[in-house]
């Protein structure tokens, strides 16, 4: 079992840039694929993002592609996303997800096991 707590939210002017940390428990977090996922106000949860177990791939969601990029660090147990050019639409809050031995990247919240509390990243404009 892993625990996820996320940080790094916070309000933003359009156009400026953030950088959220998803930090992990336990030692098989190596094992894991991780995702961001977002969800604003009246809306479902979305995908943002998703890294390989090695951090060798990563995919991402048309919408935030080219502004935003996911990383991780497994000695640090953690993930990051860093977010640049941030829009008014891009208010959500923030939450990582990780994925047990997963063989490809998951882009839907039933594909991910455990999940943090979020972090609410405002946008103004």
């Known amino acids: 079992q892993v625990q996820l707590v996320e940080s790094g939210g916070g309000l933003v002017q359009a156009g400026g840039s953030l950088r959220l940390s998803c930090a992990a428990s336990?030692?098989?977090?190596?094992?894991?694929?991780m995702g961001w996922f977002r969800q604003a106000p009246g809306k479902e949860r979305e995908f943002v993002a998703a890294i390989s177990w090695s951090g060798s791939s990563t995919y991402y969601a048309d919408s935030v592609k080219g502004r935003f990029t996911i990383s991780r660090d497994n000695a640090k147990n953690t993930v990051y996303l860093q977010m640049n050019s941030l829009k008014p639409e891009d208010t959500a809050v923030y939450y990582c997800?990780?994925?047990?031995?997963?063989?490809?990247?998951?882009?839907?919240?039933?594909?991910?096991?455990?999940w943090g509390q979020g972090t609410q990243v405002t946008v103004s404009s």
């Open positions: 997800a990780a994925d047990w031995a997963a063989q490809a990247l998951g882009v839907t919240l039933r594909e991910y096991d455990y």
């Open positions: 336990g030692r098989t977090f190596r094992r894991y694929a």
